[in-house]
């Protein structure tokens, strides 16, 4: 299994412009998460898909902010207008079944590093 | 609101030496999950603790959990310049996918 797959690896970007963020979950999996990593605020939860339904998107920082998973395998993080401040670390992580019930562990991606300049 | 508290936040240890980290979390839970992050990289999951006076063992890294006491431990024995990294305890709170993460502790093993 090729894991959760993330891109683009590295974006730069200037503020006001558009960024999206993409995410391939392991197939099968059926719950979809978006986190944000920084040195300040550590690991913060955007949101949560299970079978494709956003579940909690209070983690979504404010309007500028869209998430989209229009099938099982695909979702988008979108950020329009970025700003300096949304630069950081956005991991993407999936798991079998619903959310973190049982013994279901999170598998991540690879991240995507954001800098808006 | 679920708050985890991991300490330290940063150590610096001798190849060879013994240490614990610790994880101190605000409500009730009974799942809690061990992650490694190296510098750049992804987070790897390492244990998953769920029920109390659970003890997972894998190389030089054991981990336990005591639920009453809301606490983890994951103790290091001889540690090895390898196990350089960040270590991050996550429990789930009230719903089961919300997974909150501690600060994380930046491990150094020096030779």
């Known amino acids: 299994d090729a894991g959760v797959i993330q891109s683009p690896r590295h974006e730069v970007t200037e503020m006001g412009q558009e960024v999206t963020l993409r995410c391939k979950p392991i197939s099968g999996h059926n719950s979809l998460f978006w986190y944000r990593q920084t040195m300040m605020r550590g690991l913060e939860l955007l949101i949560y898909?299970?079978?494709?339904?956003?579940?909690?998107d209070s983690g979504m920082p404010e309007d500028r902010f869209s998430a989209k998973m229009p099938n099982a395998s695909f979702s988008t993080l979108k950020i329009q207008p970025s700003e300096p401040r949304d630069s950081a670390v956005y991991f993407c992580?999936?798991?079998?079944?619903?959310?973190?019930?049982?013994?279901?562990?999170?598998?991540f991606g690879a991240g995507s590093r954001l800098t808006v300049l | 609101e679920l708050k985890v508290e991991q300490n330290p936040l940063f150590l610096s240890m001798q190849e060879g030496k013994n240490y614990t980290i610790y994880c101190n979390y605000s409500?009730?839970?009974?799942?809690l999950y061990w992650y490694r992050q190296d510098p750049g990289k992804s987070l790897e999951s390492l244990f998953v603790l769920l029920s109390n006076g659970a003890v997972k063992q894998e190389g030089r890294l054991m981990a336990s959990l005591d639920t009453k006491a809301r606490l983890s431990t994951l103790h290091i024995t001889a540690a090895v310049h390898d196990l350089s990294a960040t270590y991050f305890c996550?429990?789930?709170?009230?719903?089961?996918?919300?997974?909150?993460f501690g600060k994380g502790t930046l491990l150094t093993v020096n030779p």
């Open positions: 996550a429990v789930v709170g009230g719903s089961n996918y919300k997974l909150t």
């Open positions: 992580a999936s798991t079998p079944g619903a959310g973190a019930s049982g013994a279901n562990v999170l598998t």
């Open positions: 409500t009730t839970s009974d799942r």
């Open positions: 898909f299970n079978n494709n339904v956003p579940i909690d």
